[in-house]
């Protein structure tokens, strides 16, 4: 067995193991790429190596290509070493367009489970040995597998933006009036609805209701049946339209299952006709919280790709802002998390209050409260406004003036710690927070790592993994705070570490009011500034501690003003797949507050 | 407000002078939509990004309360309206559907943003529905994306002047016999609406358009 | 220990309550009429009630702020063109447009044959519009700005949400109101290009 040294390098892995595996794997030399090539047939076996020699325990990403002209798929795999940090081991697989078959590595890494399904989903790559491979984001039943490179959607009308029918002869149309349904539907040649019966229902429910062997209940001996109750994906506790199917014995779980796609807005599918800068407002549309941390996450990765600098303030505005957005979101998460234990919506209410307060300071920095669309190739997109607060237009408008610098600072000095300080004096020692979370939902490290959970659920599970650190990006090696981290692994546990990196937080953001104040008046956008952004030849794999985990942009570019591969991975979907071992065995109730403390939004899941 | 039609005391039936101040006259339809207007409770129900702006305005700062309308009710037994928040995809649009079915009349629904509206910025997908008025009739739409706070509240007061141009003659829910449910759509290799059955037969029995099929995928 | 909880929790919502009244006390009507009292109310150091009384009292919306595009068109008294559009028809906001809802028609000259620069239809699907607002930033005229009104909730779509260029245009004046200082600074932008240029004609 090679082991590895402390200094071992990704390269250096990358070399071991194709001494090791010298006839299936060999290097990626494609211009602008990186990583391994290994032969589907030891994948397994290599994945194995990658996991127990080289200590890479962490599979965050799996995201999938279809090279059309090659005519091959390829599945490209990213893991990290949780215990080291550092960057990404890439490796990839390939199966011809006609024959898509890979071996699963479920086996090896749960986290790969949902995001294979996933991939079969979207690409129709089958994974054998999938335990469950059924379509994820859309149903079962659906007529093809849209993310290959010729699979038309209903109201397809160009492979590139912008479409030619804009200008200059641009007569508006709806696009359902191209179609006979005036919907945005169709259907294959022949299609008949006559006795057509959707599928899926009764499969998930079949599937869920055999009888489980080693739950430690003996069903035939005490008569008794297990019931299959669905929750969602209308439930005011599923936060959105998620659904979990669980099956109970009596009022214990003994297996659940999570049914996403009520949310899939294909923005994979969208992000691949867009242009590079069209992307950017999308990707606030992906976790709608925080919608300036994935516009970070996603500048970094294009950044990264045409090498583009980012001065120094503009490092500063994005920090700030990316910390706010933080502390907004676990603030929004501790107030819900609460509705679910029964307080309903007071404690939301003060937490939402605080949202406001900085979501009015988004509102005057980039012009919109939720979709900030604030990031820039190589900088952010406006600097700070003089004061917050608008011009009264409107019969009624009342004018407001607050000093923008002022009120970063009395927010962050007094404000934000004053309401933390409320919260955590209210609601920890609170004896139903207690009593409902502590010892609720335990999530053992090893198992979170294995089901590649990420973000403040993995760091609460005594895994000290933050991106911030591990794998740093901006600024933040030069700023000074904690990894928060929390070792009872339960539900109690996941509520403590918000307030602790909200307290982080707000340390960072003290360390940045000094430098936006000296910095003021310098330039906040390097760069051409233009809107149509070239990327070279190449492939990136992207990532940022987001409020909610690893948010991840795998993009793929041939040069052309469009990226070819657009592939996002979600802490929220990834996150879930430890929510069927932290929920058996326990009432159906903790399902609920345990779904709360993984903190999920919809829009990122489903995509 | 102090629109005309909307307040409450006025007559069009002459009072004698003396007598103003101390009776007020209204008309049945008045008195009802006025009582009906000030009491609409809406479903809690988020589809996508609207719904957290949809929460927002249920919060302190917006305080739907003062239009008597901050009691959220999960179940569609008891809920008036509707708010349709956030992008409506092919999965979720039956379940809308049935919730829709289920909601006692009078009904109402608010198409809240871009998506709920159109289909918004991903209306050129896939999985999404081009608009919930497809299925479901909607009463008053909302652009933006996503809807502020107030202009979600301004959508409030736009509905409550529909509630109250309506008759207590002509209103749907008063006529003999029963509604007819809306029919539910099935998720086929596409989203089926039933109402389209004999079209979609027709359109498929009809050979293929070649055009379209022989069109060559990207390459560039 | 039991209820403690209950209590808590119950104090600071009393308290909250009750400082409603004392600022309403200490200020007395000022509180609600006076201007400068509205950013105390809606500021940080918000003291009880923290509701906006909408529609009698609003939020003035911040100078950046992003709803549907409009058209940037002369004032009436304007002294040579009253009324004439700022755009030139580039193309540049439908090309930038993420989810592409903006459709132009450009003008051309009847008697050359040749396009002009002006649009001869404008439209925008606020349907799809995601109010993204790099129309107004990439604009090269300063010609499409993002407007303020929000208040813009109707009954029908099918008729009202295609809006054309009779719906979109606003006169200068209106930008200037919204948006006071930008309009101020792209102002001088403009005059300090169309110095440069001048310059540069004379040489």
Known sequence: MSKTSPDTTTNDVAEILQQKFPDSIHPDDREGYSGIVVSPDSLVEVAQSIRDDFRYNLLTSLSYVDYIDEDFFEVVYHAYDTVKGGPALNFKARTPRSQATLPSLTGVWPSANLQEREAWDLMGIHFTGHPNLKRLLTWEGFEGHPLRKDWKEPFYEEDKKPFKSRWPEGRPDRAESRLPYGMNVQYPPGFTPDGWSPEGESALYDSLSTPMTGSGVDVQAIKTDQLVVNMGPQHPSTHGVFRMAVTLDGETITRLEPVVGYLHRNHEKIGERNTYLGNMPYTDRLDYICSMSNNLAYAMTIEKMMGQEVPERAELLRVLVVELTRIVNHFWLIGFLLNDLGAFFTPALYAILERELIVDLFEALTGSRMMCNYMRFGGVAYDLPPYIGGPAVKPGDKARHMDTMKFIKDLVYERLPRAIDQLDNFLTQNEVLVSRCKGVGILPPEAAVACGVTGPVLRASGVPYDIRRSDPYSIYNELDFDVAVRYNCDTYDRYLIRLDEIRQSLRILEQIIPGLEATEGQEYWAGKRGYNVRVPTGEHYGHADNPKGELGFYVVSDGTANPYRYHIRAPSLINITALEEMCRGLKVADSVVILGSLDIVLGELDR | MSNEAVSLHNPDYPVPEELRHNIAITTLDRIYNWSRARSVWPMLFGLACCAIEMIATAAARYDPARFGMEVMRPSPRQADLMIIAGTVTKKMVPQIVRLYNQMSEPRYVIAMGACASGGGPFKEGYSVVDGIDKFIPVDVYIPGCPPTPQALLQGFITLHEKIEGQSITTVPWYRKGEGEAIPVPVLGPDLIDPRQTALIRNVASQPPDTSDAAQEPATD | ?203
């Open chain 3, 1 to 203: 220990m039991y209820g403690l909880g209950i209590i808590k929790g119950l104090g600071i919502t009393i308290k909250h309550f009750a400082n409603t009244y004392v600022e309403d006390f200490k200020q007395g009507i000022k509180r609600y009429t006076a201007e400068d009292r509205f950013t105390a109310r809606q500021g940080l150091e918000a003291q009880g009630l923290f509701t906006v009384q909408y529609p009698e009292e609003k939020i003035a919306v911040p100078e950046r702020f992003r709803y549907i595009p409009f058209l940037v068109v002369n004032d009436d008294d304007h002294p040579d063109a009253p009324g004439q559009p700022w755009c030139t028809s580039c193309g540049i906001c439908s090309k930038v447009c993420p989810p592409q809802c903006i459709w132009i028609v450009r003008s051309t000259d009847p008697e050359t044959g040749r396009p002009k620069p002006e649009p001869q239809e404008f439209y925008i699907d606020i349907d799809i519009c995601m109010n993204c607002g790099y129309c107004a930033e990439f604009c090269p005229f300063d010609a499409i700005k993002m407007d303020h009104d929000y208040e813009i909730s109707s009954y029908d779509r099918t008729s009202a949400h295609i809006y054309d260029l009779q719906k979109l245009t606003k006169p200068l004046s209106y930008w200037r109101t919204i948006a006071p200082t930008r309009a101020e600074e792209e102002r001088t932008a403009r005059e300090a290009k169309e110095a440069a240029k001048a310059e540069k004609a004379k040489k």
